[in-house]
């Protein structure tokens, strides 16, 4: 169980366009959700705090409006890149923690290389 | 205030040999310690963690850590590494049982095993 599903994996996109990924917790209830950035060879940069039905909580340095995210429902949380530019290409991952019996460690998705042409 | 450091940018080892991959914390209250594992273009997976009781964790995959209190330490262990386990490995720490389980992840170690 504890399975963390990020879609796409990979998008290429031209520049000044809008990009949506998404994260959704496919057996279990996410009370909380984490979206990262990270760059080649480096750690996970923190990027906002998402919890259902509330607004996201943005690290320091963060574009809230560079970086929409978006908690709907207790299993599926979206970001979305708008009008990216080359700059943003990264790996982006999300994770997220349980609900019920949650044992402390997050589930992570298996990431989204946006490309930005 | 949290955080937490892996001295070692890369571990190398032969296939068959002990490996080692180093972290550090620093946590204002009790630590919550855990370990991932990241293959290339994947997201992480979970190895083990540290939240309470024995000092000694077993984890995924043959991994073990020891927690060592006095040296602020939790070093994950492996008897016989094999060269599937070459990838990117992260220590990461908490220090509230709360849960928003948000963690400080450390930079990370490349661990490349070879035949």
Known sequence: GAVVSQHPSWVICKSGTSVKIECRSLDFQATTMFWYRQFPKQSLMLMATSNEGSKATYEQGVEKDKFLINHASLTLSTLTVTSAHPEDSSFYICSASRRVQNTGELFFGEGSRLTVL | ?115
């Not at chain 2, 209190?69 to 939790?74: L, V």
Request: with cysteine; charged share 15%.
């Open chain 2, 1 to 115: 205030a949290q955080s937490v450091a892996q001295p070692e940018d890369q571990v190398n080892v032969a296939e068959g040999n002990p490996l080692t991959v180093k972290c550090t914390y620093s946590v204002s209250g009790n630590p919550y310690l855990f370990w991932y594992v990241q293959y290339p273009n994947r997201g992480l997976q979970f190895l083990l963690k540290y939240i309470t009781g024995d000092n000694l964790v077993k984890g995924s995959y043959g991994f073990e850590a020891e927690f060592n209190k006095s040296q602020t330490s939790f070093h994950l262990k492996k008897p016989s590494a094999l060269v599937s386990d070459s990838a990117l490995y992260f220590c990461a720490v908490r220090d509230m049982p709360d849960s928003w389980g948000k963690l400080q992840f450390g930079a990370g170690t490349q661990v490349v095993v070879t035949p």
